[in-house]
């Protein structure tokens, strides 16, 4: 999945390999996260709303960063929910986070 998102930002959205490379470090760093939870982002449609909020609240006040990194979290967790809607797979509505 890390490497058809890339691919899609690559070729579809023309962003930078600065761009692709922070955004796929922090899906890995998402993606350790879910495998706490016994899930991983190859099970898209299994993530949750709920998730994506423990996740961004763990970071904010256990991981202590700072507002402008986790807003950076919540921009590349919302367009990967995006990406893969337009896979056609069924994921919650990325708008309905934070």
Do not use: P
């Not at 899609?8 to 600065?18: A, G, V």
């Not at 490379?21 to 016994?38: A, C, E, I, Q």
């Amino acid at each position: 999945m890390l490497k058809k998102f890339s691919d899609w930002l690559k070729y579809n959205r023309s962003c930078s390999d600065y761009t692709i490379r922070n955004y796929t470090l922090g899906l890995r760093l998402f993606n350790d996260y879910l495998k706490s939870l016994s899930l991983s982002i190859e099970e898209c449609e299994s993530i949750k709303i709920r998730h994506i909020d423990q996740f961004i609240y763990e970071q904010r006040f256990f991981r202590k960063k700072n507002e402008r990194t986790v807003n950076n979290y919540l921009a590349w967790l919302k367009l990967f929910l995006r990406f893969c809607l337009i896979q056609w797979y069924n994921v919650e509505n990325y708008n309905k986070i934070m």
